[in-house]
């Protein structure tokens, strides 16, 4: 699988805690070798959104993604950030 990281979600990322970057390269890794690991909870998301989808990385953060034309090979992380800050 090949995770295209973009410019937004690098900003975000680099504004991450420590802590929480460390659990999200955790969660990164389990992603890559099921997107919809139990222990991810991704999910579809709804309204403005609703093209994307999202996995936890703890209780207030997560991963905002999609995967690319469709392609389950290809994924483009969008956002990273608090649940309440990326709507």
Do not use: C, W
């Not at 998301?45 to 690319?68: C, E, T, V």
């Amino acid at each position: 699988m090949k995770i295209l990281y973009l410019s937004k979600f690098k900003r975000g990322y680099r504004k991450l805690p420590k802590k929480v970057k460390n659990k999200a390269e955790e969660k990164e890794k389990i992603f890559r070798k099921d997107p919809f690991d139990k222990r991810l909870q991704t999910h579809k998301l709804h309204g403005r959104l609703n093209d994307y989808m999202a996995f936890s990385i703890g209780y207030d953060y997560r991963i905002i993604f999609d995967f690319k034309n469709g392609n389950k090979n290809i994924v483009r992380f969008y956002l990273v950030g608090k649940h309440d800050d990326l709507y």
